[in-house]
């Protein structure tokens, strides 16, 4: 496999041509940061990423480097995770789709984003979301209005949007939403993806803006039930 053929790999997919030496995770990052660059902001526009993380292509060849010394990382080496930016990143912007938290940067990670990390995964973008995830929709104040990949007429459902649009389009290999009454479930049924929302509390919520602190959670969201079930089990 090479970068000509990473359109719609899975994590094992990834994983395995890692392993085999065809590929690099630096390559992989470069593949879906340039059709961010392509599509999302250009093209297009389907406007599903609110902040690219700057340090990604860092950390892509720390990974390298660890992978060449001791093998991988953890269950998610190498793979370039899209998340829903409700959920803290202490190193890149988390505006909670809203406008007037465009320049906030959290203290500390969430939870879930440390789980994710120390399993070897990239956060490589925050998607968006309507403005506190209040809405079904893809249309948030600090970015405007995400299309559907699908049909740019049309709206990619809500509110986890910019996560179901940036997987769908291939701007990372999986995503994490969030889910109160149907952010995981609508768009993901609208992009062609899978979504889950699990048992509420089966994920921690530490660090995540709640909508309705009884019924908000987390979850996965990609393009085949395996690739769900690896996120979740990190997630878990």
């Given at each position: 496999m090479s970068k000509t053929d990473l359109f719609e790999a899975t994590i094992?997919?990834?994983q395995d041509e890692i392993r085999a030496g065809n590929l690099n995770v630096r390559e992989i990052v470069d593949y879906y940061i340039e059709r961010i660059k392509t599509y999302d902001s250009d093209g297009p526009e389907l406007n599903s990423v609110i902040t690219l993380n700057l340090d990604a292509r860092e950390r892509a060849a720390n990974l390298d480097e660890a992978f060449?010394?001791?093998?991988p990382v953890g269950l998610l080496h190498g793979i370039p995770i899209l998340v829903k930016d409700q959920v803290s990143t202490?190193?890149?912007?988390?505006?909670y789709g809203s406008q007037a938290f465009e320049n906030f940067v959290p203290s500390e990670d969430a939870t879930i984003v440390k789980r994710l990390r120390d399993e070897?995964?990239?956060?490589?973008a925050k998607t968006n979301m309507p403005d506190w995830a209040a809405g079904f929709v893809g249309y948030s104040s600090v970015l405007g209005q995400t299309k559907n990949p699908y049909a740019l007429e049309r709206d990619p459902g809500g509110s986890s949007a910019g996560t179901?649009?940036?997987?769908?389009?291939?701007?990372?290999?999986?995503?994490?939403?969030?889910?109160?009454?149907?952010?995981?479930?609508?768009p993901a049924s609208c992009c062609n993806l899978y979504g889950l929302r699990p048992t509420t509390g089966l994920i921690s919520r530490t660090g995540l803006s709640p909508l309705v602190t009884r019924q908000d959670t987390a979850g996965p969201m990609g393009?085949?039930?395996?690739?769900?079930?690896?996120?979740?089990?990190?997630?878990?």
């Open positions: 094992g997919e990834l060449a010394e001791n093998g202490a190193d890149i912007v988390t505006t070897g995964a990239i956060i490589l179901a649009a940036g997987v769908a389009a291939n701007f990372g290999t999986v995503g994490v939403g969030e889910d109160t009454g149907g952010s995981i479930r609508v393009r085949t039930v395996e690739d769900l079930a690896r996120i979740f089990e990190v997630l878990t």
